[in-house]
């Protein structure tokens, strides 16, 4: 009995985290309506519905996901200690399963492909998304996130050197408007907004400069759910943006934009991937952490 329910669990924790019959079932060498056969079995014995299931997709019902959340970093734990006891931590292999935000990934990607290169048993699958993602219960390995952003029990590794904002707008927009000289004058201005996906809040602006650290709530005709269209929408002259500096680099060097309120912006600790504290990490997790570290 023991063995079967571990079986059953092990199963619906690889079709929850695949979010597929199929993805889970070539991860673990059977058949997909074996898979089904077995996640059906335990969800009668536990007189619970785990997953909705249509023709096209596979999610978690609230029972599902509160026993992923559970059960996954313990068979997370397990598979780490099979590693070290087997000694395949030398030569990880595997999935990794990471969520960050896109211009996490274009500032990483060259780091990324080379560690893809140097591990061709690791599989990485990478869902980049702006909005704060809860790891655990969506099935991802590990995040990559700002600093500022995340919990106390994660365990947390830098793995960028700091970062700054810019605020930006374009040329023929300045010459139209008198640039602002303090945070305060953007109210007089038409900014592009960024609202978050998952608490619908609007991004308040940050700024700091000589001790002095204020937060602006600023004005717009335009709220975007994406930092790339923010940056185009300022090119195209629709209002001041805030960004990332690496993310308008070259259109600031091209002159397509215009960098505005510069001794307002303060370098601040940048991106760090992170997971859930536990004694054992997956061989493949545990070679990614060692790989993208940020000793600088």
């Not at 009668?44 to 026993?67: H, I, Y």
């Not at 608490?199 to 709530?217: C, K, N, T």
């Amino acid at each position: 009995m023991r063995g079967t329910a571990f079986a059953e669990l092990e199963t619906f924790v690889a079709v929850a985290q695949e979010r597929s019959f199929r993805r889970a079932a070539a991860k673990l060498g059977l058949s997909p309506s074996a898979l089904s056969h077995t996640v059906r079995s335990l969800e009668e014995r536990l007189g619970a519905r785990l997953l909705n299931r249509t023709t096209r997709s596979v999610g978690l019902t609230e029972a599902g996901a509160a026993l992923l959340a559970r059960i996954a970093p313990a068979f997370t734990e397990i598979r780490g200690a099979l590693d070290e006891a087997s000694g395949t931590a030398a030569q990880p292999a595997g999935a990794i399963r990471l969520n960050l935000p896109k211009f996490a990934a274009r500032l990483l990607m060259p780091r990324l492909a080379r560690f893809a290169r140097d591990n061709p048993a690791i599989r990485l699958e990478l869902r980049t998304e702006d909005s704060f993602a809860d790891i655990v219960a969506e099935g991802f390995d590990a995040g990559i996130r700002l600093g500022e952003s995340l919990e106390g029990d994660m365990v947390a590794v830098r793995v960028t050197g700091d970062l700054r904002l810019a605020i930006v707008g374009a040329p023929d927009y300045f010459a139209a408007h008198k640039p602002p000289r303090t945070p305060r004058d953007l109210a007089s201005h038409t900014c592009i907004n960024y609202r978050f996906r998952q608490s619908g809040a609007l991004y308040q602006w940050p700024f700091v400069r000589e001790g002095e650290a204020i937060e602006v709530l600023v004005p717009g005709s335009i709220t975007l759910d994406d930092s790339d269209l923010q940056v185009a929408a300022a090119i195209e002259g629709a209002g001041i943006a805030c960004t990332l500096e690496d993310c308008v680099a070259s259109h600031l060097a091209s002159g397509r934009l215009v960098r505005v309120l510069d001794d307002w912006c303060q370098p601040f600790p940048g991106f760090y991937l992170y997971y859930p504290g536990r004694r054992q990490l997956p061989a493949p997790l545990r070679a990614l952490v060692g790989f993208l570290k940020w000793d600088a």
